[in-house]
């Protein structure tokens, strides 16, 4: 008997996913526990595996298709069992195809099949949507495509972007209409009638929203609207830190070749902070403040669609080789997109380091629900004053971005000293 293949709810925050890759086509046969898709959720990218056997009949879903939870992605069928085994659908949540961009929004689709009856029975206009994406069928108007001249290479024959693009017979765009144009923009979005844009160009790049950047993109306006920031910086010197750095270095190379970064001892302060400080180890929660028992340290690490957050959970019950260790796994992780939903829970404070890039200070935003997260800049060699001499210092600018409803100024202030304290004095990290 043939079984619908749904979306399933990877994490605890997904709605939606994208149907990144098949690994797997129509006809092809599976056994349980075999990888059939990589699927994009609002936190990371991950395999999806089959959880019966049986063979491929038939997939339901573009890549590049936003698909919500529930949805129907594949039909599995038992081996030898006809495509038309499959069974009917239920009400399948609708499926959004080629996804939204700043200038242009998909419209949502149901992926479902529809029986010979009801074929019959629909519109030439119904056909045609169930061959073709929105968006697909947006870019086919901008340049001025007929759609029925369009050959898909999507499931079914369906229509996508790409098919529209690679036409050879697309005529050029017309000229785009000049900033000032009072020309009304049919793409432009409708929510935001005070923000007049462009008509889309020939030259101009549309570039999808990943659900990744979608979340990143209701997080952080979540964050700037409902949290009341404020913002503190201190000056600190870097080379005690280097200089043991380097020793340490020098004698891990013997024993376990572990290399430690300055983001590892600059985590490992931070820690210590939230230890001496553990009112800014909290967060809001409506009527009441939640401080936290564990430390929990987002690691804030640069992939191709934007920003994850996995936690180093416990922290304070590690080592600083533990620390490393465990960051760097996690960095090389997230840039293959194999971490897990569960590594982005229960971090309660947030380090974002861009001293790597030549950032000298910056103010980072609060990660929600969490009350504060540190900003790490770069090491710079400038002159400074000691003891009324100007002399060479390495130096190093770090801020705090705190949510006023959790955390006070004076309490800010003396955490974030506590980290000056204790990069300043490495060796107390240590003991």
């Known amino acids: 008997m043939a079984i619908n293949i ?63 939870i529930g949805a129907v992605l594949a039909i599995l069928g038992e081996d030898g069992e006809a495509d038309s085994a499959a069974p009917a659908p239920a009400q399948t949540p609708a499926v959004e195809s080629s996804p939204a961009s700043p200038v242009a929004e998909a419209t949502p689709q149901v992926a479902t099949e529809s029986s010979p009856a009801a074929t019959a029975a629909a519109s030439s206009s119904g056909q045609e949507r169930a061959r073709i994406s929105p968006y697909a069928r947006k870019l086919a108007s901008q340049k001025g495509l007929e759609v029925a001249q369009i050959s898909g290479s999507g499931p ?58 979608k979340i990143i993109a209701d997080r952080l306006l979540t964050s700037k609207v409902t949290i009341p920031h404020f913002y503190l910086h201190v000056e600190l010197d870097a080379a005690p830190l280097m200089s043991m750095r380097k020793q340490i270095n020098a004698q891990a190379e013997k024993t376990h070749g572990n290399k430690y ?21 909290a967060s809001y929660n409506g009527d009441s403040i939640v401080q936290f028992a564990k430390i929990g340290v987002s690691v804030a690490i640069a992939v191709e669609d934007g920003l994850v957050t ?65 900003s790490v800049g770069g090491c710079i060699e400038k002159p400074v004053v000691e003891n009324g001499q100007i002399v060479p210092g390495l130096r190093m600018n770090i801020g705090l971005s705190c949510d006023h409803r959790v955390v006070d100024g004076a309490v800010a202030a003396t955490f974030l000293n506590e980290v000056k304290k204790l990069i300043e004095n490495p060796a107390l990290m240590l003991v």
């Open 261 to 281: 970064t300055v983001n590892d001892f600059i985590v490992k302060a931070l820690i210590g902070a939230c230890q001496a400080v553990p009112e800014v180890n």
């Open 156 to 213: 079914g024959g369906r229509i996508v972007a790409a098919d529209v693009e690679n036409s050879a017979s697309a005529p050029a765009q017309s000229a785009p209409a000049t900033p000032s144009s009072t020309v009304q923009n049919s793409a432009a979005p409708q929510s935001t009638p005070n923000a007049i844009l462009p008509v889309v160009g020939e030259e101009d790049t549309l570039l999808p929203l990943s659900s990744m950047r």
């Open 310 to 374: 996995p936690v180093i959970k416990d922290a304070s019950s590690k080592s600083m080789l533990q620390i490393s260790k465990e960051i760097k796994d996690m960095a090389k992780r997230a840039r293959d997109k194999k971490l897990k939903p569960n590594e982005f829970d229960g971090g309660t404070i947030t380090i974002s380091n861009l001293g790597a890039w030549g950032i000298e200070s910056f103010d980072a935003i609060v990660n929600p629900p969490q009350a504060a997260i540190l």
């Open 6 to 68: 749904d979306m399933p709810k990877l994490s605890d925050t997904m709605t939606e996913g994208t149907l990144v890759k098949w690994l797997v086509n129509a006809g092809d046969e599976v056994e349980i526990g075999d990888v059939i898709a990589e699927v994009e959720t609002d936190k990371a990218t991950m395999e999806m595996e089959a959880f019966d056997e049986g063979t491929i009949l038939e997939l339901k879903v573009a890549e590049g298709d936003k698909v919500p």
